[in-house]
Nanobody, 126 residues
Framework: QVQLVESGGGLVQAGGSLRLSCAAS????????MGWFRQGPGKERELVAA???????????YYADSVKGRFTISRDNAGNTVYLQMSSLKLEDTAVYYC????????????????WGQGTQVTVSS
């Protein structure tokens, strides 16, 4: 089983920046990709960004249109930790952010994520 632990959430003013971290442990060899989801109050879960985590894999990242140019996803060399650097934050970015991992299928497939962290709250204030 893959275990995911998120950190870095908190309160930030609009226009500011925040970095989320997700540490993975367990059967790390089975992870192919990891992503960040978010869910605002009364809203559907949304894939924010995703990245391949296989060691030595060709770099590829996905971003939702709503965060392109503002958010950056990255990982360490071993693929054990993924980050979400959030800049130029807006009020609508307020949500619970979840780290997730999958092994099969494409990283943009919403049903392809098998392991989930418990979530971290990000609140953007004016």
């Amino acid at each position: 089983q893959v275990q995911l632990v998120e950190s870095g959430g908190g309160l930030v003013q609009a226009g500011g920046s925040l970095r989320l971290s997700c540490a993975a442990s367990g059967r790390t060899f089975s992870r192919s990709f990891m992503g960040w989801f978010r869910q605002g109050p009364g809203k559907e879960r949304e894939l924010v960004a995703a990245i391949r985590t296989n060691t030595g894999s060709t770099y590829y990242a996905y971003y939702a249109d709503s965060v392109k140019g503002r958010f950056t996803i990255s990982r360490d060399n071993a693929g054990n930790t993924v980050y979400l650097q959030m800049s130029s934050l807006k009020l609508e970015d307020t949500a619970v952010y979840y780290c997730a991992a999958g092994t099969l299928g494409t990283m943009t497939g919403l049903n392809n994520y098998d392991y989930w962290g418990q979530g971290t709250q990000v609140t953007v204030s004016s």
